[in-house]
């Protein structure tokens, strides 16, 4: 298992070829409380660095994008019922998709989790 992260605070955990895909703990703090998220359509491709669904806050709305290309194999339809999922676990039970990956090589483009850490306290 494999868990990468994008400059835009998405999160892909690989195990073999499917990614599971949420926004970081660090991108769910800075939203504040989440009150509804918009979710891809199973079997929609997505491209990496593309809009993959929405997530909407007291706050803000924010795109979440695709950190690596893909089909969507699964929509985590709990979070439509229920979006303080994303604040309660952000990268556990507050995942948004899983898609299987069409080219596993832009995962080598991604920061592993000590490089994400530098990557947000240097925007501190």
């Known amino acids: ?3 990468k992260y994008t400059k835009d605070h998405e999160w892909v955990r690989v195990e073999g070829d499917v990614g599971t895909v949420g926004v970081s703990d660090h991108a769910q703090h800075q939203l504040g409380d989440v009150v509804f998220v918009e979710l891809p359509d199973v079997g929609r491709q997505l491209a990496q660095g593309k ?13 979440v994008f ?4 893909g089909e969507v194999i699964e929509a985590n339809a709990d979070l439509e ?16 998709f899983k ?3 069409s080219n ?4 080598d483009g991604l ?7 530098a990557f ?5």
């Open 120 to 124: 947000v306290e240097g925007q501190a």
């Open 104 to 107: 596993p090589a832009e995962l």
């Open 51 to 63: 809009e993959a669904a929405v997530v909407e806050s007291v706050k803000a709305a924010s795109d």
């Open 81 to 96: 019922n229920d979006p303080s999922l994303v604040n309660a676990g952000a990268e556990t039970t507050g995942w948004f």
């Open 99 to 101: 898609l299987r990956l």
């Open 66 to 69: 695709a950190p690596v290309s």
């Open 1 to 3: 298992m494999t868990i």
């Open 111 to 117: 920061m592993d989790e000590a490089a994400y850490k």
